[in-house]
T-cell receptor, first 118, second 114 residues
Framework: NAGVTQTPKFRILKIGQSMTLQCTQDMNHNYMYWYRQDPGMGLKLIYYSVGAGITDKGEVPNGYNVSRSTTEDFPLRLELAAPSQTSVYFC?????????????????FGAGTRLSVL | AQSVTQLGSHVSVSEGALVLLRCNYSSSVPPYLFWYVQYPNQGLQLLLKYTSAATLVKGINGFEAEFKKSETSFHLTKPSAHMSDAAEYFCAVSRGFGNEKLTFGTGTRLTIIP
């Protein structure tokens, strides 16, 4: 089972460059999330989506953009990379529908993308 | 607003000894609480969760956690540490069913001494 797949695993960017971090899930989850993890810190939510065509800001959205054109894919875009965006980025997904049991409210994570901006 | 505090960024225990990782939470509503584990170069994996049912929650790999409302705590324990338990552990809180946004603690790195 693939679960949540993130590409690339590693990337080095120069200041001002742009790139897209890819995330895809094959579990038919409606909710998807992007987090960043900085050394010694917990994960911070960047953006999330509750379904195709619907996205919303998390705790640290500045400098990022997202789109959700399909249920499976939730790419994260960095338009003008800055050193402050050096981090490890995690994508996650979960499933929720009205009346479901609590067991469904679990987030599944990808292996992460390690990004350095120099 | 909700938050979690993990006491101790690094914890070392001997193989076979008790593992205790501490987590205290703050929430204005009854919380959902989670423990996730992250092995090197991998994503986070759910260990266990509390969702207002039994206060003692059993998870995978022999871990368990007890929700104590009076102490606003959700500490993670394992009776006997194994070398394979070496990893980083994150406590997280959400506002409950219907709000899936998680707030994570800063993590505790567990080292097992042979």
């Amino acid at each position: 089972n693939a679960g949540v797949t993130q590409t690339p695993k590693f990337r080095i960017l120069k200041i001002g460059q742009s790139m897209t971090l890819q995330c895809t899930q094959d579990m038919n989850h409606n909710y998807m999330y992007w987090y960043r993890q900085d050394p010694g810190m917990g994960l911070k939510l960047i953006y999330y989506s509750v379904g195709a065509g619907i996205t919303d800001k998390g705790e640290v959205p500045n400098g990022y953009n997202v789109s959700r054109s399909t249920t499976e894919d939730f790419p994260l875009r960095l338009e003008l990379a800055a050193p402050s965006q050096t981090s490890v980025y995690f994508c996650a997904s979960s499933f929720r529908s009205a009346g479901q049991g609590e067991d469904k409210n679990i987030q599944y994570f990808g292996a992460g993308t390690r990004l350095s901006v120099l | 607003a909700q938050s979690v505090t993990q006491l101790g960024s690094h914890v070392s225990v001997s193989e076979g000894a008790l593992v205790l990782l501490r987590c205290n939470y703050s929430s204005s509503v009854p919380p959902y609480l989670f423990w996730y584990v992250q092995y090197p170069n991998q994503g986070l994996q759910l260990l266990l969760k509390y969702t207002s049912a039994a206060t003692l929650v059993k998870g995978i790999n022999g871990f368990e956690a007890e929700f104590k409302k009076s102490e606003t705590s959700f500490h993670l324990t394992k009776p006997s540490a194994h070398m394979s338990d070496a990893a980083e552990y994150f406590c997280a809180v959400s506002r409950g069913f219907g709000n899936e946004k998680l707030t994570f603690g800063t993590g505790t790195r567990l080292t097992i001494i042979p």
